[in-house]
């Protein structure tokens, strides 16, 4: 059995050329053109496809809203976005409104036939470039101020911690390094807030799963 496509597209000469190259395949033909969103949704009433190659940029109804109206209806048509734009925006938009995949337009038909098997084959279909997109956006949306980890420790912070953790009191810490007990006590009061402890026996318990320490 071919898998039925249905080509969405406001410029012709686009859908032309698609179905020219789609019923070429062997295991791909084309059963229905559309122009606009609108008709998309009609169509797919209608002839009901496999997959929709759904244009994003599209009078009447765009390719979001239609494809958003498509899978809410018939949810086990899938839907190929097809796209000059590589912007997050668009992608994340669609693949929200329900899209299993996204093409660039200036993929060879390779790609496009290979993110076709590949949206009805169950996945989901990224090229590279979008795929490399999104993710740098996503590390750039992570926030600094992350919470506060063994590496934020001065060096005498970690070895006061280390010496907390195998059982050393302040005033022997104190007399290792030569300082008062209130100046260890306030190293042990920071080293507690920058790891967000709140107990020598939260500091022994870190310290142990930190490895500076054979205690368990």
Do not use: C, W
Not at 33 to 58: K, W, Y
Not at 107 to 118: D, G, H, K, P, Q
């Amino acid at each position: 059995m071919k898998m039925k496509i249905l080509i969405a597209d406001d410029h012709a000469i686009v859908r032309q050329g698609l179905r020219a190259l789609i019923d070429k395949e062997d295991d791909m033909m084309v059963n229905a053109e559309a122009g606009t969103g609108a008709e998309a949704i009609r169509l797919t009433r209608e002839e009901r496809p496999d997959i929709i190659v759904m244009d994003i940029s599209m009078p009447d109804t765009n390719g979001i809203d239609a494809t958003r109206s498509i899978t809410t209806a018939f949810p086990e048509v899938k839907v190929l976005a097809l796209s000059m734009e590589s912007d997050r925006r668009f992608v994340v938009e669609v693949l929200k409104a329900g899209a299993n995949g996204y093409v660039l337009k200036d993929a060879a038909f390779s790609e496009l036939a290979t993110a076709i098997r590949a949206v009805a084959a169950g996945e989901t279909y990224l090229p590279a470039r979008v795929t490399t997109l999104l993710i740098k956006e996503y590390l750039q949306r992570i926030p600094e101020d992350v919470p506060a980890t063994y590496e934020n420790l001065s060096t005498r912070e970690r070895e006061i911690l280390q010496l907390i953790a195998n059982g050393s009191n302040a005033k022997e810490i104190a007399f290792a390094f030569g300082v008062s007990v209130k100046t260890v006590e306030n190293q042990r009061h920071s080293i507690m807030k920058k790891l967000d402890l709140f107990s020598v026996a939260e500091l022994t318990k870190y310290a142990v799963r930190q490895g500076l320490t054979s205690l368990k």
